[in-house]
């Protein structure tokens, strides 16, 4: 999204009284009246999130967790290192839950705010001026994140250093879906520019989809351009998925970490559910370091890559903010949540020299979402045999292995995220019912 010219927290079109009456309804309630923490963490559901939350108030940090309305369960709320459990009255990705934020920041005076979701980046980038006059945040500067939240631009700028990108074509529209098919093939992959775009009042997430047939293409294209937005249409690769990630401050890498992710939910490539720490490659390794720099790209990153059956790794996208495999990474000796408070804080920041290579972490309510979900969409390219993923879910079991949310330190959490599956698992039952439908 762009950025947009701003004054007081307004856009052009709100009402000049708005942020007023809204700080007035805002000031009465018991999050206010909480006093000052250290650090704010945004998107209070997240993997991530919890595990920002650990990380730094483990340092004796006093942790403020923000959720909203429309999150599920919200295991992050239930750490004993959340200091404050403050739940937005608006939905994320709207103008509302912004001002709300504003003023909570005037109140608990945070020092940092860290964003862990693309929604989040995307509407804090219109307003960080005004943001970062009063508290560090926790995103790279601009244009840096102008590039690495644009799949486009990044891919530019990967092009021009000699790295590989998958073949593809740039769409506006469903009726260039035609010379798509031509250029590219199927199966394919349609990916949003942009992981969020702007849509009337609010910010709406948009992700990639597979699509095998022409009838799939054109409306994953229409779908996927209805707001406005541009998609990728991308050769489908299926090889090795890994990830590199930074921490990268003043022209020095102050921390590496590798993982590759065994399994994904949805299948074909999405978030890991099943992943392992490895040793840098040396080809991804550089690339990705050099891509980093090239952009500038302060603060934490995830660089991700996928390799075709020869072994070739093509760069997929970055991520410029705290992703939610960061677990991993932090188990294993390289604790990016602490280093990105330090980056942010302006405060000395540490330098990671190596980390436990080999580590497995999992999942679980993921893992049944993407075994489910290879039941499902059994035959298609890229998605395991309902015999092989059954037998792949059950004899992970036996891989010893760390799993998300549980910290014997701090229990709760994987309570919270385990009697809360059930319900987040109806909910996106209901989800894919209703899409099947439509369709």
Excluded at 66 to 84: I, M, V, Y
């Amino acid at each position: 999204m762009a950025n947009v010219s701003v004054n007081n927290f307004r856009s052009a079109n709100d009402e000049p009284s708005m942020e007023n009456s809204l700080a007035q309804a805002y000031s009465s309630r018991p999050e206010f009246q909480q006093g000052t923490c250290d650090v704010l963490v945004l998107n209070a559901a997240a993997r991530q999130s919890l595990m920002a939350v650990r990380s730094l108030g483990k340092r004796g940090l006093r942790i403020a967790a923000l959720g909203t309305p429309d999150s599920l369960a919200t295991p992050a709320f239930s750490s004993r290192w959340c200091h404050s459990k403050i739940t937005c009255p608006a939905y994320k990705g709207t103008k509302e839950h912004l001002h709300y934020l504003h003023q909570l920041l005037e109140a608990n005076g945070a020092r940092v705010v860290i964003p862990t979701a693309d929604s989040d980046v995307t509407l804090l980038r219109q307003y960080r001026e005004q943001i970062e006059s009063r508290t560090g945040l926790a995103i790279a500067k601009e244009p840096a994140l102008a590039i690495a939240v644009s799949k486009e631009r990044t891919l530019e700028v990967a092009t021009r250093l000699g790295l590989r990108i998958p073949r593809g074509i740039t769409l506006g529209n469903v009726s260039e879906v035609r010379a798509a098919l031509r250029e590219i093939g199927l199966p394919a992959v349609v990916k949003p520019e942009e992981s969020w775009i702007e849509s009337g009042e609010q910010s709406v997430r948009v992700i990639c989809q597979l699509v095998t047939t022409p009838d799939e293409a054109r409306r994953a294209v229409e779908e996927l351009t209805c707001f406005g937005g541009k998609v990728l249409f991308q050769q489908f690769l299926t090889g090795k998925r890994e990830a590199i990630s930074f921490l990268y401050a003043d022209g020095q890498m102050h921390a590496r970490f590798a993982q590759w992710a065994k399994r994904t939910n949805p299948p074909m490539g999405g978030v890991s559910v099943l992943r392992q720490s490895m040793v840098i490659p040396v080809d991804i390794g550089e690339q990705a370091e050099r891509l980093v720099r090239e952009i500038d790209l302060e603060g934490y990153s995830e660089v991700e890559f996928r390799r075709d059956s020869a072994g070739y790794p093509y760069l997929m996208e970055i991520n410029p903010r705290l992703s939610a495999s960061v677990e991993i990474a932090v188990r294993a000796g390289v604790d990016f949540p602490y280093l990105l408070y330090q980056w942010a804080n302006g405060e000395s920041i540490d330098v990671v020299r190596g980390y436990r290579s080999g580590l497995w972490m999992r999942h679980l309510g993921g893992d049944i979402d993407t075994t489910i979900a290879s039941l499902v969409q059994r035959g298609r390219p890229g998605v395991s045999s309902p015999a092989r993923a059954i037998l792949d879910f059950c004899t992970s079991f036996f891989i010893p292995a760390l799993y998300d949310y549980l910290d014997w330190e701090d229990p709760l959490p994987a309570w919270r995220a385990t009697i809360g599956f059930p319900r987040d698992l109806w909910h996106l039952a209901q989800q894919h019912f209703l899409k099947n439908k439509a369709r």
